[in-house]
Nanobody, 127 residues
């Protein structure tokens, strides 16, 4: 099984910065992609930034030039550096990780694809 845990959200003011972290753990063989999504109150979840294995980062237009996604493959971790934050950046930020895992339990030793989400971390503006 694969667990995904986000951290780093908090209370900010417009123009400030935050760095989100996401760590994946469990019976991971390889990671194909890691990404950040967000959901504002009353809105659907939207893509913020993604990073594929060996590929270039992809950003939604509204964060291009302000946010940077990066990873640490050795730690199965992805980061989102958010600069020049705007009120429209508020919401719950979710991490998504896709890859290949080895099963446990009754199917121990066999392989499967996984697509796992974290519980989310909140970004809120104080004023």
């Amino acid at each position: 099984q694969v667990q995904v845990v986000e951290s780093g959200g908090g209370l900010v003011q417009a123009g400030e910065s935050l760095r989100l972290s996401c760590a994946a753990s469990g019976s991971i063989i390889s990671i194909k992609a890691m990404g950040w999504y967000r959901q504002a109150p009353g809105k659907q979840r939207e893509l913020v930034a993604t990073l594929t294995s060996g590929g270039r980062p992809n950003y939604t237009d509204s964060v291009e030039g302000r946010f940077t996604i990066s990873d640490n493959n050795a730690k199965n971790t992805v980061y989102l550096q958010m600069n020049s934050l705007k009120h429209e950046d508020a919401g719950v930020y979710y991490c998504n990780v896709r890859g290949r895992m080895v099963r446990t339990g009754a199917l121990v030793g066999t392989f499967a694809d996984f697509d796992s989400w974290g519980q989310g971390t909140q970004v809120t503006f104080s004023s």
